[in-house]
T-cell receptor
């Protein structure tokens, strides 16, 4: 079982749709959580950190449930420019080293006109 | 803020030669940088953690003598792929960790696409 698992894609949605991505992680030593987006043949870019209380940034809302080890990302009113691969990422803590990022396999989103 | 550059953006080399890739944090100091590799349709795989002034920590299965990492300053880490072979062709991405935020987010360079012929 992979340490970080995401919904398999691709998600094909029309403009304006609401789309939700789910992610689970298996290592309880994970302490920081992120969503990154990666465009084709480009580097990942930080979309948002995910906090226990949940957080929102414009059309994007992230939720974290530590008890269930579950992370979600909701995109409202999707735009064509939202088309990308969304990566669920956790920071696995390593004693005295700050830890390292573990990436999910990514979920591809394609927003159509 | 939190900009990371990488050079070169792409390189083609012959089998058996060595290639050096530079990673720089432009507007912040990074005591820790990371090197990843990504094959088509796959997610990023961490190769090694680069710590300023000390030896890199390599992930299991990554040959430290083949992938030489040097982190000589707080803004520069280099990865040298020695005696490159076609199977080393990949997208190599570095990242730098922004310290002091408590969240350990990493910012990525634009990547280097290596093709070994």
């Amino acid at each position: 079982r992979k340490e970080v698992e995401q919904d398999p894609g691709p998600f094909n949605v029309p403009e304006g749709a609401t789309v939700a991505f789910n992610c689970t992680y298996s290592n309880s030593a994970s302490q920081s959580f992120f969503w990154y987006r990666q465009d084709c043949r480009k580097e990942p870019k930080l979309l948002m950190s995910v906090y226990s209380s949940g957080n929102e940034d414009g059309r994007f809302t992230a939720q974290l449930n530590r008890a269930s080890q579950y992370i979600s990302l909701l995109i409202r009113d999707s735009k064509l420019s939202d088309s990308a691969t969304y990566l669920c990422v956790v920071n696995r803590m390593i004693y005295n080293q700050g830890g390292k990022l573990i990436f999910g396999q990514g979920t591809e989103l394609s927003v159509k006109p | 803020g939190a900009v990371v550059s990488q050079h070169p953006s792409w390189v083609i080399c012959k089998s058996g030669t060595s290639v050096k890739i530079e990673c720089r944090s432009l507007d912040f100091q990074a005591t820790t940088m990371f090197w990843y590799r990504q094959f088509p349709k796959q997610s990023l795989m961490l190769m090694a953690t680069s710590n300023e002034g000390s030896k890199a920590t390599y992930e299991q299965g990554v040959e430290k003598d083949k992938f030489l990492i040097n982190h000589a300053s707080l803004t520069l880490s280099t990865l040298t792929v020695t005696s490159a072979h076609p199977e080393d062709s990949s997208f190599y991405i570095c990242s730098a960790r922004l310290s002091g935020t408590g969240h350990y987010e990493q910012y990525f360079g634009p990547g280097t696409r290596l093709t070994v012929t």
